[in-house]
């Protein structure tokens, strides 16, 4: 009997790493990433999950809301939302090249200007 439980949870152990596993490289494992800043997005009071105005010290937390189609080194597209928040947030520059790393569902790191020249020409070429 202690033979079937212990192969039972093992194999439970198995099936939860493969699955966690999964989960973190949807999430969390980033690949390098480029897109383009087409529009610049409205300026809007940041609310929370619930719909509740966010605020800092008492004063109002302002955002830009860009949604980017990132093209990655291998050529694979993902697009993902990404959000500038702050008591002043300054919004990207428009027309401008950015990278960072990019999961299936997130920002993971970044996003930061890149000059046009450290741009790979076949990431460039998608993203015209």
Do not use: H
């Amino acid at each position: 009997m202690k033979k079937i439980l212990t192969v039972i949870l093992f194999a439970l152990l198995i099936v939860a790493a493969f699955f966690g596993y999964r989960y973190w490289n949807a999430t969390y494992n980033g690949k390098t990433s480029y897109a383009v800043v087409k529009t610049t997005p409205p300026r809007t009071e940041t609310v929370d999950a619930d719909g509740k105005k966010v605020t800092d010290n008492g004063q109002q937390l302002y955002s830009y809301d860009y949604t980017f189609e990132f093209v990655r080194e291998d050529g694979s597209k993902v697009t993902v939302p990404f959000e500038i928040s702050a008591l002043d947030p300054k919004p990207l520059t428009q027309g401008i090249y950015i990278t960072g790393k990019v999961s299936q569902t997130r920002v993971v790191e970044g996003p930061s200007p890149v000059a046009a020249d450290k741009v790979p020409q076949k990431v460039k070429d998608q993203l015209k």
